[in-house]
């Protein structure tokens, strides 16, 4: 018999998860003490929870695909670096305060259906920031999701430049 054997191998097996885990735990510290970018770590986190709201996984996929939504296609990294370099100043003012409003509330770790309502609370909201916040959210989701080329070739069929074309090919005279 080698229970003791089995032993130590089961406890180095335990072992070595509970050091997976701590590294892991220790690799979040790091990426939240050096992140470096034009949103914070916590911005980014908020603008990947947005999009999964607006664009929850469960789209089917093309040909058999595994389902798609706003986080599967990369379209949080898209509205990351988009309302980084091409929205003008005092729209990005708008978006760092109402992350800052959405952050008090603790939005990333709300449950979906709660998520929702904040969502549509914004859109009907009185604040004319609040407004555009919404606006810019939703319609830059939206964009970012459908000019994906999982949602674009995979799902819908696009095809950049449709039909064939053949050169060089007998084309037969007309009968007077």
Same mark, same amino acid.
């Given at each position: 018999?080698?229970? @003791?054997?089995?032993?130590?191998? +089961?406890?180095? /097996?335990?072992?070595?998860?509970?050091?997976? /885990? &701590?590294?892991?735990?220790?690799?979040?510290?790091?990426? @939240? &003490?050096?992140?470096?970018?034009?949103?914070?770590?916590?911005?980014? @986190? +908020?603008?990947?929870?947005? /999009?999964?709201? &607006?664009?929850?996984?469960?789209?089917?996929?093309? #040909?058999?695909?595994?389902? =798609?939504?706003? %986080?599967?296609?990369?379209?949080?990294?898209? +509205?990351?670096?988009?309302?980084?370099?091409?929205?003008?100043?005092?729209?990005?003012? =708008?978006?760092?305060?109402?992350? *800052?409003?959405?952050? *008090? %509330?603790?939005?990333?770790?709300?449950?979906?259906?709660? @998520?929702? *309502?904040? +969502? &549509?609370?914004?859109?009907?909201?009185?604040?004319?920031?609040?407004?555009?916040?919404?606006? %810019? =959210?939703? #319609?830059?989701? =939206?964009?970012?999701?459908?000019?994906?080329?999982?949602?674009?070739?995979?799902?819908?069929?696009?095809?950049?430049?449709?039909?064939?074309? #053949?050169?060089?090919?007998?084309?037969?005279?007309?009968?007077?």
């Amino acid at each position: 018999m080698q229970r @003791r054997t089995s032993l130590k191998l +089961l406890g180095a /097996a335990g072992a070595g998860i509970a050091g997976l /885990a &701590l590294v892991d735990w220790k690799w979040q510290i790091l990426d @939240r &003490l050096t992140h470096a970018g034009f949103f914070t770590y916590d911005q980014e @986190r +908020l603008i990947t929870s947005l /999009a999964e709201t &607006l664009i929850p996984e469960g789209i089917p996929g093309g #040909s058999g695909a595994a389902a =798609i939504g706003a %986080l599967s296609t990369g379209t949080d990294q898209f +509205l990351i670096k988009f309302f980084e370099k091409c929205l003008e100043k005092e729209e990005q003012e =708008i978006l760092i305060k109402e992350f *800052k409003a959405l952050e *008090k %509330l603790n939005f990333s770790s709300l449950s979906k259906a709660e @998520r929702e *309502k904040i +969502l &549509l609370d914004y859109s009907t909201a009185e604040g004319e920031d609040q407004k555009k916040f919404y606006e %810019l =959210i939703r #319609s830059n989701t =939206i964009f970012g999701f459908t000019t994906a080329r999982e949602v674009m070739v995979d799902h819908l069929g696009y095809q950049v430049a449709p039909g064939f074309y #053949s050169g060089c090919v007998e084309v037969p005279a007309e009968k007077a």
